[in-house]
């Protein structure tokens, strides 16, 4: 679940929009069914995969003369999508488990940004009670009451009733509410030494397992825009927003059972994200 997705991010918190609760379009099991694979994408991988061969030949039969590929290099474009740094992304993490000790250089911002974009949109945000937790440790010490309130707002009885979780955020027995967070890449649109603005493009999965759910684990596409503020030695958030996409076109993977959703969220942790 993006916070896009549940409601409209703005004024730098979760707004009040409608929630979006995704019904499966007939009473089959919504985890069970798979779009036929095309003949053209089966004939692109056989294609493919005779390509793959005639270069693996020409580069087993290449000599050892290295004056063919002398000038390849200079003609690439040079690029700085999220090649890694060699910095360590971060000296500790907090009593929550939250990253923090980020640099403070552009890497360490984005760093930031990475790390606190996965927990503005995880399952724990939604627990009244692990929510206070997350906001003092992710956000300026001077937004925290205003970001306590207005969280609490959003996040509501009725917000919590229709996302099919308890008073406490906890989902049903038997089921398990999904909302994890990756990182796709980051981007620094102004730095200040002080202050930076960074673009967080994420993907991420939410929705409920079991059965009987009316709100499927689906995926999800939206990029944040935090702005973050250098203090008491680490970088807080001061605002953030968020946007749909950029979303690629749906890929022909066979969708999983919800017992196999549950397992994965259990069994795979989650990662310290870096620049």
């Not at 509501?156 to 008073?167: M, Q, R, S, T």
Request: proline share 5%; charged share 25%; hydrophobic share 30%.
């Amino acid at each position: 679940m993006s916070l896009g997705d549940e409601h409209e991010a703005s004024g730098g918190y979760g707004g009040t929009g409608q929630t979006r609760t995704r019904l499966p379009d007939t009473g089959a099991d919504p985890y069970g069914t798979r779009r036929p694979r095309s003949s053209s994408r089966s004939l692109v991988t056989v294609v493919g995969v005779v390509v793959l061969l005639i270069a693996a030949i020409a580069f087993a039969n290449r000599g050892d003369d290295g004056s063919s590929s002398a000038g390849t290099n200079a003609d690439k474009p040079e690029t700085t999508a999220t090649a890694p740094s060699g910095q360590r992304p971060v000296r500790s993490k907090s009593a929550a488990g939250i990253p923090s000790g980020f640099a403070q250089d552009q890497e360490g911002a984005e760093s930031a940004a990475a790390n606190y974009a996965v927990v503005l949109v995880s399952a724990d945000i939604l627990k009244p009670a692990r929510r206070p937790e997350i906001v003092r440790q992710v956000f300026d010490a001077g937004r925290v009451s205003e970001l306590e309130r207005n969280l609490d707002q959003v996040y509501d009885k009725a917000f919590l009733d229709k996302v099919g979780l308890d008073a406490n955020g906890n989902a049903p027995k038997g089921s398990t509410y999904v909302s994890r967070t990756m990182p796709v890449g980051t981007k620094v649109t102004d730095y200040g030494g002080s202050t930076a603005t960074v673009e967080v493009w994420c993907t991420g999965v939410y929705g409920m397992t079991g059965e009987s759910s009316q709100n499927p684990v689906t995926s999800d596409w939206f990029t944040m825009t935090l702005q973050l503020r250098w203090t008491d030695g680490d970088w807080k958030v001061d605002s953030f927003s968020q946007k749909e996409g950029p979303a690629p076109v749906n890929g022909d993977n066979k969708v999983s059972t919800s017992d196999d959703i549950s397992k994965a969220v259990e069994e795979f942790g989650g990662f310290t994200y870096a620049r």
